[in-house]
């Protein structure tokens, strides 16, 4: 019995260490999370990120940045590469905005990875497609800007360990230029992390759950922000201020407004796109230019209960096929985005089905998201496919040996596809995912010029204040090619952050 009560009172005693232990743990992770207002595991998996504490925002900036996703954290690296002290402010608990969404990739001409694989391209001709993709509504000096740039801004990402190398084809294009992670995973999550990586390099705090509210004039200029930080108000005084809030596709309130259309479609944004940017600048006197130019995605995942969630464009141009309720191709799958939509929306059922083989599963990791969410079916032959998604056996299987003989001659006869045919659809087992057209892009916002300045409906530029990405426009037009999103975010980006420093020396 004694020995009994000594052991006992030894597992006491240890289970009190072990407490203790717990404890000190939890304590640690306090302290972490005080110095690191928070953290959050990205969706591919690749760290933890952490966050500025509050405690330290300090009174003044050269530069502050308001939003944190791609053009956000690129114009913060940029501005401190010049020698600015920057300050992020994220009104979400974590970084990235629409920015993790994105799975295509960057467009970009006369690159070096395009000439180290054989792929000739010029900027004219980018520029010539994506005006003509823009049905000639772009702003000729912003795209002239964008595309002429394009090239550098690759080989600036690849110096700060970003690297876009593995090359596609987007809808509408000539040519392959569509820049990718070489693992074929999506571009977002990729750029987000590389992004946030020299973010941490160089030091630059970046303030989450911190709603802008307002953006201070002084003597005509930006001269800071009004932010609430955590449910604390402060005042943030800079000597230049960056706009990278985003677009507005996530606030239907907004977008039925303007296009009344759009009335119950899905969004692929995340939830944070609601516009506020737009809204902050106005009240300065900024001008705004082709708002009612919302973009509809042709290929987004929208089964009941299930969150919206967008199949990339890049996926058809790496050999995949759109067929019909009838288990047939209905149009040319590298169509510009609004013309692919609208022929899904024609379709009596409305919806299509995205459909491809291992061979091209094996080569876009992207598609492992797509797996993980539930979105594929999948079956070991063609047949037995079409019985999966509820087809004609006969049609598809008629459809896909079809493909197979336009992919080895080169020619399409039914479509005039001549993009995106490099690959047949030979290997099992074989993936469907059924899509229909949802909210993805707003083309319109703060009016600006190729120095990223944001102007008054005179023309004028309101000093101290730039803007970048997707809370612009005029870039795009009446529609956005595949790719050109990421295009815009890491060249403007780049410019805003470099303008906004050289005006604060």
């Known amino acids: 019995m004694k020995k009994k009560s000594i052991w006992l009172a030894f597992l006491a005693a240890m289970f009190t260490v072990l407490l203790v232990a717990c404890g000190s743990k939890t304590a640690k992770e306090s302290e972490t999370s005080s110095t690191s207002s928070s953290s959050e595991e990205v969706v591919s998996g690749a760290s933890v990120k952490e966050y500025t504490d509050p405690k330290e925002l300090k009174d003044s900036y050269d530069v502050v940045v308001i939003g944190s996703g791609g053009a956000g954290m690129t114009a913060a690296i940029a501005a401190k590469q010049a020698g600015a002290s920057v300050a992020i402010f994220e009104k979400m608990p974590v970084i990235g905005g629409n920015t993790t969404k994105s799975s295509g990739g960057m467009n970009a001409s006369e690159t070096k990875f395009q000439k180290e694989q054989g792929i000739e391209d010029t900027n004219d001709l980018f520029y010539e497609e994506s005006l003509k993709g823009g049905k000639g509504t772009n702003d000729p000096e912003l795209l002239r800007y964008m595309v002429d740039n394009s090239a550098e801004a690759i080989d600036w990402l690849d110096s700060i360990g970003i690297t876009l190398s593995d090359i596609s084809f987007s809808g509408g294009f000539s040519v392959a230029r569509i820049h990718r992670p070489a693992d074929g995973s999506a571009v977002g999550g990729y750029l987000v992390d590389g992004l946030y990586n020299n973010l941490m390099e160089n030091e630059i705090p970046i303030f989450v759950n911190s709603d802008v509210t307002e953006i201070i004039e002084k003597d005509g200029a930006a001269a800071g922000v009004k932010v609430t930080v955590e449910s604390k108000k402060k005042t943030v005084s800079a000597k230049a201020v960056v706009d990278a809030a985003g677009g507005f596709g996530a606030n239907m309130e907004m977008i039925t407004k303007l296009k009344p259309e759009l009335d119950g479609y899905v969004t692929t944004n995340q939830e944070g796109a609601t516009g506020d940017g737009i809204a902050l600048a106005q009240k300065l006197g900024a001008a705004t230019v082709q708002l009612d130019q919302i973009q509809i995605h042709p290929t987004v995942y929208q089964e009941k209960g299930k969150e919206p969630f967008l199949v990339s464009e890049a996926i058809r141009g790496e050999g995949a096929i759109l067929v019909n309720a009838q288990g047939k191709r209905f149009y040319n799958e590298m169509e510009t985005r609004d013309n692919v939509s609208a022929a899904i929306n024609a379709l009596p059922e409305g919806y299509a089905y995205v459909v491809f083989d291992q061979d091209l599963r094996e080569h876009s990791k992207s598609i492992d998201t797509y797996e993980e969410k539930g979105m594929t079916v999948k079956a070991d032959t063609i047949e037995e496919l079409a019985k999966e998604i509820g087809v004609s056996e006969e ?36 993936y469907a995912i059924k899509v229909s057209p949802g909210i993805h892009h707003t083309m319109g916002g703060l009016k600006i010029n190729t ?10 530029a309101i000093p101290g204040l730039f803007a970048a990405g997707e809370v612009t426009g005029g870039v795009h037009g009446s529609n956005r090619m595949g790719g050109n999103a990421v295009a815009d975010i890491v060249i403007f980006g780049r410019q805003a952050g470099t303008q906004a420093a050289a005006y604060v020396k």
């Open 451 to 460: 120095n990223t300045e944001v102007l008054k409906e005179d023309g004028s």
């Open 395 to 430: 049609n598809l299987k008629a459809t896909v040996e079809s493909w197979n003989k336009y992919v080895a001659d080169k020619n399409d006869t039914e479509f005039g596809r001549n993009t995106g045919m490099d690959r047949d659809m030979s290997k099992a087992p074989y």
